[in-house]
T-cell receptor, first 109, second 116 residues
Framework: GQQVMQIPQYQHVQEGEDFTTYCNSS?????IQWYKQRPGGHPVFLIQ?????EVKKQKRLTFQFGEAKKNSSLHITATQTTDVGTYFC?????????FGTGTRLLVSP | GAVVSQHPSWVICKSGTSVKIECRSL??????MFWYRQFPKQSLMLMAT?????????EQGVEKDKFLINHASLTLSTLTVTSAHPEDSSFYIC????????????FGPGTRLTVL
């Protein structure tokens, strides 16, 4: 599967600021998943979106799947230092998961 | 539930030697396991898909004779890096699915391989 591009590659915010990462595909995706990888750790599943225009929330995290199912976003409200890590989107198809390029988030206290 | 373990967590070896990495699903049966490689500050790249009892399916550009994958049971898959070279140094992560289809993959903690 084609790798999905994420922007930005890296973002450094002050604690309390908001953060958004965007995931863009040139082709329609059947679903989008989001993972968080802490430094030195392994990816941890956050959520899956499957419907066009779907929006899901997990506390300070808001996930959206675009109407055309070609893009997605993850928004974190009022970041905390515990939000530090790399956020990957990914999509499954043909029995495999393909990760996006990732966005590395650094949060300063 | 849904815990995946990997062993070893890190390994240092000399160039030319072979290294075996084990991936185990501890509390569920994993019909499919996946092996990824991650270089520093890069994304995870899928190397191969391993189905229990059958040959692994390798991604384009991954040498199947160099990265031997065996999925002998529903709870164990192994990746052997044969004749390792310094450029094989990387973070190798396995994942497993098998619960309610494919919607979520559970990742092992990873194995950091350093080839001298």
């Amino acid at each position: 599967g084609q790798q999905v591009m994420q922007i930005p590659q890296y973002q450094h915010v002050q604690e309390g600021e908001d953060f958004t990462t965007y995931c863009n595909s040139s082709t329609t995706l059947s679903n989008i998943q989001w993972y968080k990888q802490r430094p030195g750790g392994h990816p941890v599943f956050l959520i899956q979106l499957v419907k066009s225009g779907e929006v899901k929330k997990q506390k300070r995290l808001t996930f959206q799947f675009g109407e055309a199912k070609k893009n997605s976003s993850l928004h974190i409200t009022a970041t905390q230092t515990t939000d530090v890590g790399t956020y990957f989107c990914g999509h499954t198809g043909f029995q495999k998961l393909v990760f996006g390029t990732g966005t590395r988030l650094l949060v300063s206290p | 539930g849904a815990v995946v373990s990997q062993h070893p967590s890190w390994v240092i070896c000399k160039s030319g030697t072979s290294v075996k990495i084990e991936c185990r699903s501890l509390d569920f049966q994993a019909t499919t396991m996946f092996w990824y490689r991650q270089f520093p500050k890069q994304s995870l790249m899928l190397m191969a898909t391993s189905n229990e009892g059958s040959k692994a399916t390798y991604e384009q550009g991954v040498e199947k004779d160099k990265f031997l994958i065996n999925h002998a049971s529903l709870t164990l898959s192994t990746l052997t890096v044969t004749s390792a070279h310094p450029e094989d140094s990387s973070f190798y992560i396995c994942s497993a699915s098998g619960l309610a289809g494919y919607n979520e993959q559970f990742f092992g903690p990873g194995t950091r391989l350093t080839v001298l």
